[in-house]
């Protein structure tokens, strides 16, 4: 396993377990806590569940279980803007070689 690899599994692993605390501190089991560090993938996402837990403190799953959604839409959201910023740099760089490939022809 990488570093890199490896770095990246601890820091979910803590992520998921504070977001399970807070879970657990809110009176659901911690099986909840799983399920949602599941849905949400990324350490940044369950950090971020887990800030609106110590904050809102939700007494409802309806209201976690919202906002877990919110979270999640966004991060999608994030993940296709990034990917289409990708795929516009890479077709600009692609034009732009073209360009100067038929400059040099001239």
């Known amino acids: ?8 599994r601890l820091e979910w692993t803590m ?5 399970c605390r807070e879970v ?7 099986e909840f ?3 949602l560090a599941k ?3 990324s350490p940044r996402a369950i950090g971020r569940m887990a800030a609106y837990l110590r904050s809102a403190r939700p007494r409802s799953v309806e ?3 919202d906002e877990m959604l919110a979270i999640a839409a966004e991060a999608q959201t994030w993940r296709e803007r990034k990917e289409s910023r ?4 890479s077709y600009t760089a692609y034009l732009y070689e073209r360009r100067m490939r038929a400059e040099e022809d001239e």
Do not use: C, H, R, Y
């Open 63 to 65: 209201m976690i279980v």
């Open 1 to 8: 396993m990488t570093d890199d690899t490896a770095k990246n």
């Open 24 to 30: 657990l501190s809110l009176g659901f089991p911690k």
């Open 86 to 89: 990708e795929a516009q740099a």
């Open 15 to 19: 992520a998921k377990g504070d977001l």
């Open 39 to 41: 849905e949400l993938g």
């Open 33 to 35: 806590g799983d399920l």
